[in-house]
């Protein structure tokens, strides 16, 4: 009843902070991309670029500005760290190889923040701060503007356009990120999370033995890898670390700034299309999968599997922070997964069977729970038009979603949108297995753990990638040839493929006129709506991921 009335009392607290956070923060944004008032820093930045703000693009301009901005996101990140030695505040590093620079690189452009290296080992304070802490800036605003866009698809009508993607990237860095970040960074240093330029340190303990203690200006950089669901850890053991995670209350604080963004932005969506109905419904889709998956999760970690030990202990601590808990790391390493961000309180690879599965479905679901900063928006809209699609089809009528039709062009656009990041997983997981030369290099390098969690090791890897989630099972050596050139691959193409074509679906969208309401069309505002789309997202992924999850995770469980 203890665990009980705590699990309460903390998703409480939570709950109740996104809910005061919902309308203000969603009516903000709103107005934020729906304005036509430009302030003085966004107008000479806008001089600085030679981007004239009220010239609208088409989706394939849209996407052309979405690819070039990164590319050279990665250009510029590569750059930092193959020329690391002599830049200032280097501490003193080497220049990262080629390879793992190559998919640091890509990891951090697509938010997606991967990280098959040891921080405080790797990188120094400049790479961090102007390499690695920008792109979390520009990568989540890119992802809001992504979602920004889609919503225009529904709005506009009889359109070409669907905005201005350096308007929208702008924005979302100056009016959204960049000030929630600030305030987000100075509750985390009252809360003792470290700020500073200070080197590694050396001191001798009372048992006589010696400690190096690393610094560095870890708070600006944890706040916005949170709020933009980036989820790179400036040390190795990221969240985990008493250094940007210090207590109980910081790893709230830290929860709150991973959720508040993506749970505020259907309000934002119902604002722009002028029915806060429709908002309430995709928020209460999200609601429900990110609740049963916490539960799902705690429950598994709480009883880890019946043994005596484990349940004198309270449950399965092993790799878990004392000061957290087993409550605390649940609702932190959901919310990590089920938003894009990927940061963690604790080793994944030593969850339970079971537990480490909830932390692969979150991510296969689309990571849609809420998903992360704009992804997880555009994310469960398309999703929103393949339920619009079937119930059409069972109940003989033409599909309709916000006046929309939904017809074949739509339909491909939003069937490539979730076949690319499963496609990109299995794939990925199959090579590594069938090629007799990467399975060797798989089974004898990067596997710690032989056997069906080894097998889930790789397929949690890919699966992160692939979602641009960037947590791990933390027994797997990445650093390798294959690993690094296939996650950078599955990063990359997991990250704009989608892009491309929910951008592509904004422009179909946008070129309609608006269906006017009638007795037929399926109301997506009501809670069999929000069942259907519930129901359409569980079934896409079950088809695609069950195989896969009974081959790695259901059959460790069951075997244990």
């Known amino acids: 009843m203890t665990n009980l009335w705590l699990f309460l009392a903390q998703f409480g607290t939570l709950a109740g902070i996104l809910a ?191 400690q190096h203690l690393p610094g560095g200006p870890a708070a600006s950089q944890e706040a916005i890898k949170l709020l933009g669901t980036n989820g790179g850890g400036f040390f190795n053991a990221n969240s985990a670390h008493p250094f940007e995670n210090p207590t109980a209350w910081t790893n709230l604080v830290e929860v709150v700034l991973m959720l508040v963004i993506p749970f505020s932005l259907p309000r934002t969506f119902g604002r722009m299309v002028g029915d806060d109905r429709q908002g309430y419904a995709i928020l209460a889709a999200m609601g429900v999968l990110f609740t049963a998956c916490l539960v799902a999760g705690t429950i598994f970690e709480l009883h880890g599997g019946g043994d005596s030990a484990i349940a004198a202990a309270g449950g399965a601590m092993e790799g878990k922070e004392q000061r957290l808990g087993i409550l605390g790391t649940m609702l932190f390493d959901t919310t990590g997964t089920s938003t894009s961000t990927g940061a963690v309180t604790s080793a994944h690879d030593s969850m339970t069977s079971f537990g480490g599965m909830m932390m692969l479905v979150n991510m296969m679901l689309g990571e849609v729970s809420p998903g992360g900063v704009g992804t997880g928006l555009y994310g469960i809209l398309v999703m929103a038009v393949v339920a619009v699609f079937l119930a059409g089809l069972m109940v003989g009528r033409t599909p309709e979603y916000l006046g929309k039709k939904i017809g074949g062009r739509e339909m491909k656009f939003a069937s490539l949108y979730f076949l690319t990041t499963p496609t990109l997983v299995l794939v990925g997981t199959g090579l590594s297995f069938a090629v007799p030369a990467l399975r060797g290099s798989i089974v004898h390098t990067s596997i710690l753990n032989p056997g069906q969690h080894g097998f889930s090791e790789v397929l949690y890897a890919f699966t992160s990638a692939a979602n641009n989630n960037g947590s791990a099972f933390a027994g797997l050596t990445a650093d390798t040839p294959w690993l690094n050139a296939s996650l950078g691959a599955a990063m990359f193409l997991g990250r704009l493929l989608p892009i491309a074509f929910a951008l592509a679906l904004a422009g179909s969208l946008a070129a309609q006129d608006r269906a006017p309401v009638t007795a037929a069309t399926l109301p997506t505002h009501r809670p069999q709506f929000v069942g259907l789309l519930i129901g359409t997202i569980l079934l896409v992924s079950a088809l695609t991921y069950f195989p896969v999850l009974a081959l790695g995770p259901i059959a460790e469980g069951l075997h244990s």
Not at 69 to 98: D, E, I, K
């Open 20 to 210: 005061l956070a919902y309308r203000p923060l969603g009516d903000y944004m709103a107005i934020t991309f729906t304005t036509k008032r430009d302030l003085a820093p966004e107008r000479g930045f806008y001089r600085l670029i030679g981007v004239r703000p009220g010239a609208e693009q088409s989706w394939q301009q849209y996407l052309r500005a979405v690819l070039a901005f990164s590319v050279v996101g990665v250009l510029f990140v590569y750059a930092l760290q193959r020329f690391q030695q002599w830049l200032p505040y280097s501490l003193g590093l080497p220049n990262v190889h080629p390879g793992l620079a190559f998919n640091t690189a890509i990891s951090f452009m697509a938010n997606t923040n991967w990280q098959s290296y040891s921080p405080e080992q790797t990188v120094g304070y400049t790479v961090q701060m102007a390499g690695l802490a920008v792109q979390n800036f520009v990568s989540a605003a890119v992802g809001i503007a992504v979602a920004v866009a889609l919503v225009r698809g529904f709005t506009l009508r009889r359109s070409g356009t669907i905005g201005n993607f350096w308007v929208d990237l702008t924005r979302a860095v100056l009016r959204i990120l960049l000030p929630i970040a600030a305030i987000g960074a100075i509750i985390l240093i009252a809360g003792g999370v470290i700020q500073n330029f200070n080197p590694v340190e050396t001191v001798h303990t009372i048992a006589g033995g010696v």
